[in-house]
């Protein structure tokens, strides 16, 4: 076994030292009844390196890869080019096979990578504080809605109709189990987004207002209003940015009165990867720092007095705290979090502003094209890199054609909200700067095949 | 899995013992590195983009974009609403090398497996396969969309499928969700499921026990879970006391949670008949699967009558544990908790096609669900590692890791009981990992120090003061990928300092001293906490 070091002479020498007569000795506290006789059934003996890589690469060519084909997903995860080096740096063995740095002597490099990571997540959401990484910003955005409840001491929370539904979908399943009241309610095929419906509900009892930025449909919300309203009643605003790319071209969520603020860093150096692992981003007010969940990294100094860092305020962390911690979270997301700070890192203000401001440009030039298409309009009035259509036809059945066609042509509404009728001819589309004019040209032709 | 209770802090070393101090700071390969923020601008980036349509135009270059590259065009005017930023973010960038050098240089600041034994109880550090690695970056793996058509996710479904099913397999369990991201998400995961059978069959329940020996998880997940949790003590041989639970069970407790084997690296061996009873007065069991690693193809979950599970794919199955996650937490169930398990997942069906049971499908083919616990599918990146992990060992190599982590752990017992106090070696062989206390240390030497001076050794420490019920806890958790001339290293360094300690050598308090850094002030740190770069004042003045 090539993962297994000792040999035989190893064991038996090893054996002699402990007093054992046989392995089974050391399993002595297992009751034998309990104890599998031989290896365990089914389960093939080992596989050569190479056997293995097959079994995988052959159920990896059951799937269509995204970027062998004309493709236009988003709803909470995006396609972006990541540089090649941030893979090489996440794969660097100090970074990948290293814990979580609870022996800051010896981890000052995830340490310090990490206060860089709180940093470039607080400017860009423009918050004070940031933490250290959650699971992705579904588990984000529920930690968010009981870290105000916390604050607030209130049970209450309205959820804006632009948040996306599986998260959504999150949150009504913890709720259940926390007594937490949820308002919530499905998003309308209209430019319009339900901002006076979300200030309507807030009243004394509301804990926290959560409004995703872009939204689901990817209109962008004026946070402000919101804001205003909810601070008025006691309440917090929470903002759920899945895209953060968008922040290069758009304001803040902080800049516009968000309490919290938390997101899915997918779309910053991790990739697709279907869904996971991705990163949480966290980030809020230094006021409510100690009622964040998951670790800060914080600096300090030595006993030299050289500058450093540690993982700080654990006072906050089931490993402290156990019943009483702000949350259970324990292991999060660093590595993704390293591969979004070196992709940030590489971008910079500027990389940041120009891919943004490409991925909006092509964005609008195909929601102008993809409008055009008789029978097709498109719902938004704002929107970054990512638009929604109404089809004449149901887009479901749409999206299958587009398929047939080998154009992966975008996320429809009746995937997300299955049954909800009024819903049923949108198509999200997303457009990043991984779009070419081939592409976009592809997506024109299998659109106006299947709405005819 | 440590803490620091000692309240120690930091003080200059009086002596320097003339050691040579260069101008940089550096010392030849320890290359010391500033932050991003002292080193960056905002104007400088390390990713090139298409030229611009006036770029292009001045270096006559319109038509030179490579075929099929995205080619720039005058904007269509913005659409985003009248909410342009209007404020710098303040963002600095690097060159693609000086960003390659930032991170390597950081890097090589910290401990990692691959470079030598890492020896965190209760964490199971063992060596990532790097055939894993390549086969996550499969273009068919790292480049699938979460919301893609099934017909185009046929592999993905299958790749979670038969991780559940050999999982499933190995547990010896019914039913598996395998969409948690972690292991206290995977608790989570088996409380609520608890939760959801006991409230179908309108039983309301209020406490969960929790030993005392549980890793901090435990009970923060029951309390997030909505359960007021209780204790539940251990006996002198480092056991769940039987008697005492038994005592305790009544009904109002949904469930007990139960690390098997425990937090002491010791198998708890009345386990079925804590199961039993746990079960005779309608609770459930729930066990934390942190050290499924000691038993992993010897013994099945299933047998010892557990409801609920989590496997912590970066534990027992390798997947890299990042410097703190991603994790990856499957729950296996029983038969009876199995309905209630959350969505989405993958499903074979008759015709050997995939299908994703989601919110749509459910209500005819999992109608109990408890709901979702994530936007998407769980962890894939983690699912295909774990897969070729199996894979590769088969089932003659997942008992083979068994059985050498608990060789491994015990032959590290054995060579220390005489230099360390290990309060449970009367109670016979410790499974994978082995716990040793700081009685017998001279006064004003602790944990702290003996696992700071095995830094300075190149050791990474073992887990320490945890867990809470031995005194000054060192939890030693070799696992089966180190050589038996590894182990020996280890143990001959540790026999060395543990002489120190116990003969009152204070210069352990200043260790380590060969470290990237000395010592750090933690209190420094969480009364006046720093967690963002800010610009100088001066620098801010001088805009």
Redesign the interface.
Same mark, same amino acid.
Do not use: W
């Given at each position: 076994?090539?993962?297994?070091?000792?040999s035989d002479s190893?064991?038996s020498?090893?054996?002699r030292?402990?007093?054992?007569g046989s392995?089974d000795?050391?399993?002595?506290?297992?009751?034998q009844e309990?104890?599998?006789n031989g290896?365990?059934?089914?389960?093939?003996?080992?596989?050569s390196?190479m056997?293995?890589?097959r079994?995988?690469?052959a159920?990896?060519?059951?799937?269509?890869?995204?970027?062998?084909v004309p493709?236009f997903?988003g709803?909470?995860?995006y396609?972006h080019h990541v540089?090649a080096?941030v893979?090489?740096?996440?794969?660097?063995?100090?970074?990948?096979?290293?814990?979580?740095?609870?022996?800051?002597?010896?981890?000052?490099?995830?340490l310090?990578?990490l206060?860089?990571f709180?940093?470039?997540v607080?400017?860009?959401f423009g918050c004070?504080?940031?933490n250290?990484?959650m699971?992705?910003?579904?588990?984000a955005m529920w930690e968010a809605i009981v870290m105000a409840h916390r604050i607030t001491r209130k049970e209450k929370t309205v959820i804006s109709s632009g948040v996306?539904p599986?998260?959504v979908?999150?949150a009504?399943?913890?709720a259940?189990?926390?007594?937490d009241v949820l308002e919530t309610a499905e998003p309308e095929l209209s430019a319009e987004t339900d901002e006076e419906r979300l200030i309507g509900r807030i009243d004394g009892e509301t804990s926290a207002v959560v409004v995703q930025y872009p939204d689901i449909l990817g209109r962008?919300v004026?946070l402000t209003p919101i804001a205003e309203a909810a601070h008025a009643a006691g309440a917090l605003l929470i903002a759920v940015v899945t895209e953060p790319v968008a922040?290069?071209?758009?304001?803040?969520p902080g800049?516009m009165g968000a309490d919290i603020v938390v997101g899915?860093g997918q779309s910053i150096g991790v990739?697709?990867?279907?869904?996971?692992?991705y990163?949480g981003l966290f980030a809020c007010r230094?006021k409510h720092?100690r009622q964040m969940p998951g670790?800060?990294?914080? *600096? #300090?100094?030595?006993? +030299?007095?050289?500058r450093?860092?540690?993982l700080?305020?654990?006072?906050r962390?089931?490993?402290?705290?156990?019943?009483?911690?702000t949350?259970?979270?324990?292991?999060?997301?660093?590595?993704?979090a390293?591969a979004f700070t070196?992709h940030?890192?590489?971008?910079?203000?500027?990389?940041?502003r120009?891919?943004a401001?490409?991925n909006?440009?092509?964005?609008?030039?195909t929601?102008?094209r993809l409008a055009a298409i008789p029978g097709v309009s498109l719902v938004?009035?704002?929107?970054?890199n990512e638009?929604t259509l109404k089809l004449p036809v149901e887009a479901r059945p749409a999206?299958?054609s587009m398929?047939e066609k080998g154009v992966?042509g975008g996320?429809s509404l009746g995937?997300?909200y299955?049954?909800v009728d009024a819903l049923e001819n949108g198509l999200v589309v997303a457009v990043t *700067? #991984?779009?070419?004019? +081939?592409d976009i040209a592809a997506l024109e032709a299998a659109l106006k095949r299947v709405v005819q | 899995m440590t803490v620091n209770p000692s309240g120690w802090r930091p003080t200059t070393p009086a002596n320097e013992q003339g050691e040579a101090r260069t101008v940089t700071g550096n010392r030849a390969l320890m290359l010391e590195e500033p932050l991003l923020f002292e080193i960056g601008s905002t104007e400088q980036t390390g990713v090139d983009f298409e030229c611009s349509p006036a770029q292009a135009t001045a270096q006559g270059a319109a038509t030179a974009a490579p075929s099929g590259a995205p080619r720039p065009r005058p904007w269509p005017g913005n659409k985003l609403g009248n909410l342009a930023r209007t404020h710098p973010i303040d963002l600095p960038g690097l060159s693609e090398p000086e960003a390659v050098r930032h991170y390597t240089r950081l890097s090589r600041q910290n401990y990692a497996i691959d470079l030598g034994l890492f020896p965190l109880g209760s964490c199971t550090m063992k060596h990532n396969p790097r055939l894993n690695e390549k086969i996550a970056r499969l273009p068919g793996f790292a480049d699938v969309h979460p919301l893609q058509p099934q017909e185009t996710i046929q592999g993905a479904l299958q790749v979670i499928n038969e991780l559940a099913f050999w999982l499933l397999d190995l547990t010896g369990m019914y039913g598996i969700a395998m969409s948690p991201k972690a292991g206290a998400h995977g608790e989570l995961c088996g409380l609520l499921c608890i939760r959801a059978a006991l409230e179908a069959r309108g039983d309301k329940r209020e406490v969960v026990l929790v030993p005392e020996s549980a890793h901090g998880t435990n009970p923060a997940t029951a309390a997030f879970a909505g359960y007021r949790v209780e204790n539940i003590p251990a006996n002198p041989a480092g056991r769940v006391d039987l008697d005492a639970l038994k005592a305790r069970l009544g009904p109002d407790v949904a469930a007990v949670m139960i690390t098997n084997p425990n937090t002491c690296g010791l198998f708890e061996p009345d386990m079925k008949a804590i199961s039993d009873a746990v079960h005779g007065a309608g609770a459930f069991v729930y066990c934390d699967g942190a050290n499924f690693n000691a038993i992993v193809g010897k013994v099945r979950p299933g047998d010892l009558g557990i409801d609920a599970m989590h496997i912590n794919l970066h534990k027992t199955f390798s997947t890299p544990h990042g410097g703190g996650g991603p994790g990856s937490g499957p729950v296996v169930l029983s038969e009876a908790l199995s309905p209630y398990g959350p969505l989405p997942f993958a499903a074979k069906m008759p015709d050997g096609s995939y299908k994703l049971v989601e919110e749509e499908s459910a209500g005819d083919e999992h109608p109990k669900a408890f709901g979702r616990m994530v936007a998407f599918h769980g962890q894939m990146g983690m699912f295909t590692r774990a897969l070729a992990y199996i894979l590769s060992h088969g089932a003659d190599g997942l008992k083979q890791v068994a059985e050498d982590s608990v060789l491994n752990a015990n032959y590290i017992l054995r060579s220390l009981e005489d230099v360390l106090d290990a309060p449970f070696v009367k109670s016979g062989p410790c499974m994978h990992e082995a716990i040793f206390s700081d009685k017998g240390f001279a006064d004003g030497i602790s944990t702290i120090d003996l696992a700071k001076a095995l830094i300075d050794e190149g050791f990474h420490p073992m887990t320490m003061y945890f867990p809470l019920v031995v005194h000054g806890a060192m939890l030693v958790e070799p696992t089966e990928t180190e050589s038996k001339a590894s182990l020996d290293q280890f143990i001959m360094a540790i026999r060395s300092i543990a002489e120190r300690a116990k003969a009152g050598d204070q210069s352990l308090k200043a260790a380590p001293v060969h470290a990237p850094r000395r010592r750090l002030d933690e209190t420094l740190a969480a009364r006046k906490p720093v967690l963002t770069w800010r610009d100088p004042e001066p620098a801010r003045a001088a805009e």
């Open positions: 076994m090539r993962y297994l070091p000792l190893d064991r020498e090893m054996l030292v402990i007093g054992a392995i000795d050391l399993f002595r506290d297992v009751p309990l104890r599998l290896p365990i059934e089914r389960l093939p003996m080992h596989a390196e056997a293995v890589e079994h995988m690469t159920l990896s060519r059951k799937n269509m890869v995204a970027g062998e493709f997903l709803c909470g995860a396609r540089p080096s893979d090489h740096i996440i794969q660097r063995g100090e970074f990948l096979t290293s814990y979580t740095p609870y022996q800051p002597e010896i981890a000052q490099g995830t310090q990578m206060f860089e709180q940093t470039q607080a400017r860009l004070e504080v940031a250290a990484s699971y992705d910003g579904s588990t996306h599986h998260y979908s999150v009504t399943t913890m259940k189990f926390t007594e962008i004026d922040l290069g071209l758009i304001k803040s800049e899915e990739g697709l990867q279907f869904g996971g692992p990163v230094e720092v670790r800060l990294a914080g *600096e #300090t100094v030595d006993a +030299e007095g050289k450093g860092f540690v700080t305020l654990s006072t962390e089931q490993h402290i705290r156990r019943e009483k911690a949350s259970n979270i324990c292991t999060s997301s660093v590595l993704c390293l070196a940030l890192t590489l971008l910079g203000e500027k990389g940041l120009q891919l401001s490409l909006h440009a092509r964005a609008c030039e929601a102008e938004n009035d704002s929107f970054f638009f999206v299958h398929v992966l996320v995937r997300l299955p049954g *700067e #991984t779009a070419t004019d +081939e | -």
